[in-house]
């Protein structure tokens, strides 16, 4: 079965700093999207890349899929406090209501 | 209104007890999902719901039991819950299509302890 791993599991950072997010899938990806999650929360929808070598950005989030289509990034440049949460990736499986999640990456940015 | 809304967002009870979690979406989706999320693992994906009929049921207890009305509810019955089964539950929906899907909506979760 599909899985998302996601790096690095944690990550403190000064306020003003750049920093990256992984995730790998160890099939294709279909589809890919990125949600922010803030504690006992809901997950916020944030982006959705679906083409190989597809970039989004919004706000000071970029996210980027390889041209092969199994590993995504999500980069966030100049980081304030209010990025904080917990960024999970998650992705179309390839059946119709197969979604599947990684296990998150929880982000402090320090003021 | 905000697009998936659940209710409650805090539920203690204790395992004999029986109760319903909530949810509503907004967004004129056609599936509707549960989820349940346990610290340090991925989501689980415990239920699908599409046009009203369940499509995907991951092999959870019969102590959970969905329940889909119409479209824009669905509920996730409770009975002799399990210590384990404290968790934080999300609600989701999402418009499936033939070819592709689209991203999935959450609701703020409802946090079940069971004592």
């Known amino acids: 079965s599909q899985e998302l791993e996601q790096s690095p599991q944690s990550l403190i950072v000064q306020e003003g700093k750049n920093l990256t997010i992984n995730c790998t899938s160890s099939k294709t990806l279909y589809g890919l999207y990125w949600y922010k999650q803030k504690y006992g929360e809901g997950l916020i929808f944030l982006m959705m890349?679906?083409?190989?070598?597809e970039e989004k950005s919004h706000e000071k989030i970029t996210a980027k899929l390889d041209e092969k289509k199994q590993q995504s990034s999500l980069h966030i440049t100049a980081s304030q406090p209010s990025h904080a949460g917990i960024y999970l990736c998650?992705?179309?499986?390839?059946?119709?209501?197969?979604?599947?999640f990684g296990t998150g990456t929880r982000l402090k940015v320090l003021a | 209104e905000t697009g998936v809304t659940q209710t409650p967002r805090h539920l203690v009870m204790g395992m004999t007890n029986k109760k319903s979690l909530k949810c509503e979406q907004h967004l004129g989706h056609n599936a509707m999902y549960w989820y349940k999320q346990s610290a340090k693992k991925p989501l689980e994906l415990m239920f699908v719901y599409s046009l009203e009929e369940r499509v995907e049921n991951n092999s959870v207890p019969s102590r959970f039991s969905p329940e889909c009305p119409n479209s824009s509810h669905l509920f996730l019955h409770l009975h002799t819950l399990q210590p384990e089964d404290s968790a934080l539950y999300l609600c989701?929906?999402?418009?499936?299509?033939?070819?592709?899907?689209?991203?999935?909506?959450f609701g703020d979760g409802t946090r079940l302890s069971i004592l």
């Open positions: 998650g992705a179309d499986s390839g059946g119709t209501y197969k979604y599947i």
């Open positions: 989701a929906s999402s418009q499936v299509r033939v070819l592709s899907n689209q991203p999935q909506h």
């Open positions: 890349l679906q083409k190989g070598g």
